[in-house]
């Protein structure tokens, strides 16, 4: 069953979009989407997630939905200290960098989770209208968290003001939020007017973005090599620790299979906008070559490929277990 | 003759200090500057702009006196962590109250 989900997802559009961007790196192509291509996909994107959550959400009871909120808001406070400490181990980073790479990887990735969605709904499975709302939810504590971490390491304070400001009027929160009240308000019959735009057209527009993220996630390649071991190790493992927390917090907090699997995604996949522009600004001593190298690089083409399937076959897993 | 000795500071770093940058030069008693997009490699290499926007060029016309008031922080607070380069010519301008 999980060979089959690997199939199938290895097999999608957007997958393949992917790698075929990843190839164009390695044959040295000079392929690239014009900047302002990306950025109108982009929004795209980030509106089309918003308001599909917030339509769904209006058909959401508040009952349903404390529990996995509560939940999710757990996994953003504790992930990005189970990746601090376990980067203690496994490299010889210091405080700065560790924390730095945490707030990554505790933030969360729109991309590797609206792939998952096209998975695990092609899959035949049904997604909880509201995990868009905990999409956004997690996109803030891991920094957070990461950053507190690392100003343990740091001879000063942090700007905490213009790091925060910088995520919350980002184009990613501010398009995000302000979807899920626009598809909140205009519900399932305001909603059935766009759903051609944002509805029918929305797997070819990922897939096309996909091939621009092959592009610069190989473009990181050569930078794995100077990662050291260690920082690779952690890139591909921590996904599956961090990932099985959100499967189970999904599971015990009520969602079905395919909510709690899209849950394990969001807790597995690391920030690479959001939490960059934050770091950067917040924690300039840290190295973006570190960082960036690991979420993008590393856990976003693993979460890609291989995560995502093999999250929601440990989904279907727990499931069976009668949980 | 009408035209005035001035500094064109050039600064070329990364999109993510662009409004950090931006309010540094005006506290400083810059008062215009011209943003531009830019892309290409320094020899340091690091940045987070890949994906939103890459680099920036930003040029001011100052006098003297706010050129090294601007020159010490970029020292301080630009220089030691970012991509940040700079570089200063000499320009003749026409009314150089403007500057």
Excluded at chain 1, 69 to 92: C, H, Q, S
Excluded at chain 2, 22 to 27: F, G, M, T, V, Y
Excluded at chain 2, 60 to 76: A, D, G, M, P
Aim: hydrophobic letters at 50%; proline letters at 4%.
């Amino acid at each position: 069953m999980a060979l089959e989900l690997a199939i199938q997802n290895l097999i999608s559009p957007p997958v393949l979009a992917f790698a075929l961007g990843l190839l164009a790196v390695l044959l040295k192509s000079d392929l690239r989407l014009p900047e302002a291509v990306y950025q109108g996909l982009s929004i795209y994107l980030l509106l089309g997630i918003g308001i599909k959550g917030g339509v769904a959400l209006s058909e959401s009871t508040a009952a349903e939905i404390a529990l996995p909120l509560v939940g999710t808001l757990a996994i953003g406070l504790i992930v990005p200290v189970i990746a601090y400490l376990l980067l203690g181990g496994l490299t010889k980073l210091d405080g700065i960098n560790k924390g730095a790479v945490a707030a990554h990887y505790g933030s969360t990735s729109l991309v590797t989770f609206t792939a998952a969605l096209v998975l695990v709904e092609s899959s035949g499975y049904t997604v909880e209208g509201y995990v868009t709302t905990l999409l956004a939810v997690l996109e803030i504590p891991g920094i957070v968290v990461g950053l507190l971490l690392a100003s343990r390491a740091l001879g000063r304070s942090v700007n905490w003001g213009e790091a925060i400001r910088e995520v919350l009027t980002g184009k990613s929160i501010l398009l995000l939020a302000g979807g899920l009240v626009l598809g909140y308000l205009t519900g399932t019959s305001g909603y059935e007017r766009i759903e051609p735009f944002f509805g029918g057209l929305f797997t070819g527009v990922l897939t096309l973005f996909l091939l621009e993220m092959g592009i610069v996630a190989g473009r990181r390649l050569p930078d794995i090599k100077k990662a050291g071991f260690g920082l690779v190790a952690f890139g591909l493992f921590f996904p599956l620790i961090s990932g099985t927390l959100g499967v189970a917090v999904g599971h015990l907090t009520g969602m079905g299979v395919g909510g709690a699997a899209v849950l394990g995604v969001l807790s597995a996949s690391a920030s690479y906008i959001a939490a960059p522009a934050a770091v950067r600004l917040a924690l300039p001593e840290a190295s973006p070559g570190i960082y960036l190298t690991a979420s993008l690089g590393i856990t976003f083409p693993f979460n890609l490929i291989f995560g995502i399937p093999l999250l929601l076959a440990l989904s279907e897993v727990i499931e069976g277990m009668g949980f | 003759m009408i035209l005035k000795q001035r500094k064109l500071l050039t600064i070329v770093s990364e999109v993510t200090i662009e409004n950090r940058l931006l309010k540094d030069l005006e506290r400083l008693g810059a008062k215009g500057y011209t943003v531009s997009a830019a892309h290409g490699k320094g020899p340091r290499d690091q940045r987070t702009g890949d994906l939103e926007g890459g680099n920036i060029r930003i040029e001011t016309v100052v006098s003297n006196e706010v050129l090294e008031q601007i020159l010490e922080v970029l020292e301080q607070n630009y220089f030691p962590h970012y991509a940040c380069t700079t570089w200063v010519s000499q320009v003749e301008v026409v009314r150089d109250e403007r500057y």
